[in-house]
């Protein structure tokens, strides 16, 4: 049984993946800032208080798992704040760097030693952070963010090849979730295609940025 740790794990895409890989039978640890009615009825291992933009919840949560091997680490938790040009508000910004950015890294940083050889680590990007798919503009804090993830999901391809570990940037589409206003595809149906992409995930076609529906992405 495959212990699957997902951040952000409280609502939207995060509860559906808790969801459908608990359903399944897989043992997921749910790691979040304050679990929902929703997450805690599912009655998986929740790691709560934890904030994956701060340094103090990186100590907690290493020391809460101690040396729990994880075989999926999805870097879910994510934040997306509107914005456009003329009225950026740069702590918004800094924000969602915070957040989107430096999160999957501080996580997978500080849970390095619970991965293992086949291991594998996924950060849920987004579509919008596609440097060539641009072709509409706006949102420069969420856009730079997932942007810049995208080079951290790289970066950590190179430091875990050598140790077996794949890495996997995935765009779950436009999910009808809150940070979308409900527009979008069912978090249900998204996630079946995430769940697909994991499981396809290996050593020999780490680092790549796939859709969920199963296409790979531009830069």
């Known amino acids: 049984m495959p212990t699957i740790l997902i951040t952000g794990c409280n609502r939207g895409i995060g509860l559906q993946l808790a969801s459908q890989f608990q359903a399944r039978g897989d043992n997921v640890i749910g790691i979040c800032r304050k679990p929902s009615d929703e997450l805690s009825a599912l009655g998986l291992r929740l ?3 934890i904030d994956v933009s701060t340094d103090e919840s990186m100590r907690e949560l290493k020391n809460k798992l101690d040396n729990m091997p994880v075989d999926v680490l999805i870097n879910n ?9 003329g009225s950026i508000d740069y702590d918004d910004m800094i924000e969602q760097f915070r957040v989107n950015t430096l999160g999957p890294l501080r ?5 390095s030693l619970n991965l293992h050889e086949g291991s594998k680590v996924v950060i849920i990007s987004s579509r919008v952070g596609s440097i060539g798919d641009n072709e509409s503009g706006n949102y420069y804090g ?3 963010s997932k942007t810049a993830v995208n080079q951290i999901g790289m970066n950590l391809t190179h430091e875990f090849t050598p140790r077996g570990i794949a890495v996997a940037l995935l765009h779950p589409g436009l999910v009808a979730t809150e ?3 409900g527009q979008g595809v069912t978090p249900a149906s998204s996630v079946e295609g995430l ?6 995930l290996n050593i020999a076609n780490t680092g790549h940025f796939w859709h969920a529906e199963g296409y790979e992405l531009p830069w």
């Open 77 to 85: 938790a994510g934040i997306l704040k509107r914005d456009e040009f």
């Open 195 to 200: 769940i697909a992409r994991i499981d396809e």
């Open 179 to 181: 940070m979308t206003n």
């Open 47 to 49: 790691i709560s208080g």
């Open 107 to 111: 996580v997978t940083e500080a849970l």
């Open 142 to 144: 969420y856009r730079a």
